[in-house]
């Protein structure tokens, strides 16, 4: 029975998707806008950067963190991905850290329990046991603007189930290809938030263990 859910919702989802692309760009903007989230204030106590996407995400916490939103830039542990070629293959992880550290920015680690996080939802528990043993008041999450409202329903859900007072805001990073304006008119913004728009699904209709669903 849920898998016919799962599956009838994805299929009115992408009809409507392709009757959008094909009809008004208005439309196509604001559909990209309800997967937008920005409600960051200065004065948190930490910005974490999700994992994915390190280039966009770390330019977004680098700029929070020079215009006073915090002093303090923390980063997730995803799950490493299984290649062929991993000797030589840079991971997302690998990128950030590099891109941090550039910069001159200290930075600190949020450990996975489990050896990496695979979802957002781990993520989210993560920073539920380091925010316990540090004493953090406001975090500030940073991921790219498809991701944020999906990253928001993801730590208010671990939040709440585990009973975390600690308040979250949400920074959406710019992709450097495409905006919520024209994303539409690229493989990669198409690619994204069509997406998002299964993994939304997913994750409202779904419990807090999901594999393999990215935060990219």
């Not at 974490?48 to 939103?69: C, F, P, Q, V």
């Not at 920074?171 to 939304?200: C, H």
């Amino acid at each position: 029975m849920y898998k016919k859910f799962i599956f009838y919702w994805l299929s009115i989802s992408a009809v409507i998707l392709l009757l959008l692309v094909s009809f008004h760009p208005f439309i196509l903007k604001n559909y990209a806008n309800f997967f937008t989230v920005n409600n960051y204030s200065k004065g948190a106590d930490a910005i974490l950067i999700l994992g994915g996407s390190a280039d966009t995400r770390a330019k977004k916490a680098i700029e929070l963190l020079e215009n006073g939103y915090s002093n303090q830039i923390l980063i997730t542990h995803p799950s490493p991905k299984i290649v062929e070629y991993k000797n030589v293959y840079v991971s997302d992880f690998d990128n950030l850290k590099h891109i941090i550290e550039s910069e001159k920015i200290e930075f600190k680690i949020i450990e996975d329990l489990k050896g990496g996080a695979k979802s957002t939802f781990d993520e989210a528990r993560d920073l539920v046991n380091y925010t316990k043993q540090h004493k953090l008041k406001r975090v500030i999450i940073v991921t790219d603007n498809f991701h944020t409202r999906r990253a928001k329903y993801a730590f208010d859900k671990i939040f709440k189930e585990l009973n975390c007072k600690t308040i979250i805001e949400i920074a959406g990073a710019e992709n450097q290809i495409y905006t919520i304006n024209n994303w539409w008119k690229t493989e990669r913004g198409l690619d994204q938030y069509i997406s998002e728009g299964f993994k939304y699904l997913i994750y409202l209709n779904r419990d807090t263990d999901i594999e393999g669903i990215s935060t990219e």
